[in-house]
């Protein structure tokens, strides 16, 4: 058992400043009295969708794939090797945010090509199924799926890392703990941005944020579960990531906003990871919003988490072995769906 390593990073921009206060002033009410209804969150898919007209970062490449049910892409920076992807070099597994509800491969495209610029690694975006076409259950098994198919595919679960924000940092948690529990070996490394990791609210009641937050109406999120949860009724302890078992996790890094509501989920998760002797670090960022790196190419901070986090990516990666065993590889791959190469974009 070890104690938590956290990390305070106190120095924020004038341009932090300004986008606190659209969040709180704009975003916030919105978000407040937006009704968590189907009909509601029907225009939800219309923001990915706007998104998506948008062209990548100038020098990343992009290739669309359809994977069984769901679509990804391969985002590549300037700096990583043209051509299809070396799974000897490995990659980085990417789940958007966006409460299960919204986002998507466009929202996050910028985040996620700023993330294998300073990885130095292509990243597999994943578009996995969202509510109401499916709910946290099945998002979850479309990440699982992802991962499988980076293992079939020969890319060895030690150069693989999970990241992902909000939503998103919920499943990279979740597709973690599921892998290792159905024996599949567990990926390189972990990155939560702003991770939503308890659906038991009863100690993020009372943690000093759930006021303060300027983007998050952390009082909405018990409606949130009841939307998208698999199952009526109570909360499930099963369902938060903080719950499990968390022994055969992978080194962790976590950033979070200073004032944001799921900052109560961060602490919880990093004193449990310590307690079950794995290595993790909460990063804490001052005068941020929630899930603030996805504002690449916006906001200083942002690009300073995600060098933070490429370097993580890079250290776990080079700390693992070049080469898995034979026997340790994944060579049955009937249960693969053939992969349809949807576009390929420069």
């Given at each position: 058992?070890?104690a938590p390593r956290?990390?305070?990073?106190v120095r924020?921009?004038?341009?932090?400043?300004?986008?606190?206060?659209?969040a709180?002033?704009?975003?916030?009410p919105?978000?407040?009295?937006?009704?968590?209804?189907?009909?509601?969150l029907?225009?939800?898919?219309?923001?990915e969708?706007?998104?998506?007209?948008?062209?990548?970062p100038?020098?990343t490449?992009?290739e669309?794939l359809?994977?069984?049910?769901?679509v990804?892409?391969?985002?590549?920076?300037?700096?990583?090797?043209?051509?299809?992807?070396?799974p000897?070099?490995?990659?980085?597994?990417?789940?958007?945010?966006g409460?299960?509800?919204?986002?998507?491969?466009?929202?996050?495209r910028?985040?996620?090509?700023a993330?294998?610029?300073?990885?130095?690694?292509?990243?597999?975006?994943?578009?996995?199924?969202?509510y109401?076409?499916?709910?946290?259950?099945g998002s979850?098994?479309?990440?699982v799926?992802?991962?499988?198919?980076l293992?079939a595919?020969?890319?060895?679960?030690e150069?693989?890392?999970?990241?992902?924000?909000?939503?998103?940092g919920?499943?990279?948690?979740s597709?973690?703990?599921?892998?290792?529990?159905?024996?599949?070996?567990?990926p390189a490394?972990i990155?939560?941005?702003?991770p939503?990791?308890?659906w038991?609210c009863?100690?993020?009641?009372?943690h000093?944020?759930?006021?303060?937050?300027?983007?998050l109406?952390?009082?909405r999120l018990?409606?949130?579960?009841?939307?998208?949860?698999?199952?009526?009724g109570?909360?499930?302890p099963?369902?938060?990531p903080?719950?499990?078992?968390l022994?055969?996790?992978?080194p962790?890094?976590?950033?979070?906003?200073a004032?944001?509501?799921l900052?109560?989920?961060?602490?919880?998760?990093?004193?449990?990871l310590a307690?079950?002797?794995?290595?993790?670090?909460?990063?804490?960022?001052?005068?941020?919003?929630?899930?603030?790196p996805v504002l690449?190419?916006?906001?200083?901070e942002?690009?300073?988490?995600?060098?933070?986090?490429?370097a993580?990516?890079?250290?776990?990666?080079?700390?693992?072995a070049?080469?898995?065993?034979?026997?340790?590889?994944?060579d049955?791959t009937?249960?693969?769906?053939?992969t349809?190469r949807?576009?390929?974009?420069?």
């Open positions: 058992m070890g956290i990390e305070h990073r924020f921009s004038a341009r932090a400043r300004v986008i606190d206060g659209m709180r002033w704009v975003a916030r919105v978000l407040s009295l937006w009704p968590l209804t189907p009909t509601a029907r225009a939800a898919p219309l923001l969708l706007v998104a998506g007209l948008r062209k990548a100038v020098g490449r992009t669309l359809r994977i069984a049910g769901f990804a892409e391969w985002v590549k920076a300037d700096g990583v090797a043209p051509g299809l992807p070396d000897a070099a490995g990659a980085v597994l990417y789940f958007h945010g409460a299960f509800i919204g986002g998507g491969i466009g929202t996050h910028r985040c996620v090509s993330l294998s610029r300073t990885s130095r690694k292509p990243v597999l975006s994943v578009a996995y199924g969202q109401p076409k499916t709910h946290v259950a979850v098994r479309d990440g799926f992802a991962y499988r198919w293992l595919h020969g890319y060895p679960a150069r693989i890392v999970l990241a992902g924000d909000s939503a998103g919920y499943l990279s948690f597709v973690a703990l599921d892998a290792v529990a159905a024996g599949l070996p567990a490394g990155v939560g941005i702003s939503l990791l308890d038991d009863t100690e993020r009641a009372t000093a944020n759930l006021r303060r937050d300027a983007y109406p952390g009082g018990p409606a949130l579960y009841r939307l998208v949860a698999p199952l009526a109570p909360v499930d099963a369902l938060s903080v719950n499990r078992e022994a055969g996790l992978p962790v890094l976590l950033q979070v906003a004032s944001e509501v900052r109560c989920d961060a602490e919880v998760m990093v004193r449990r307690a079950a002797g794995v290595d993790a670090t909460l990063q804490i960022w001052a005068g941020q919003v929630h899930a603030f690449a190419g916006l906001l200083p942002a690009m300073a988490a995600l060098i933070e986090a490429g993580f990516v890079q250290q776990v990666t080079s700390a693992a070049a080469a898995l065993d034979d026997t340790d590889r994944l049955d009937d249960w693969l769906d053939d349809d949807l576009d390929d974009t420069a």
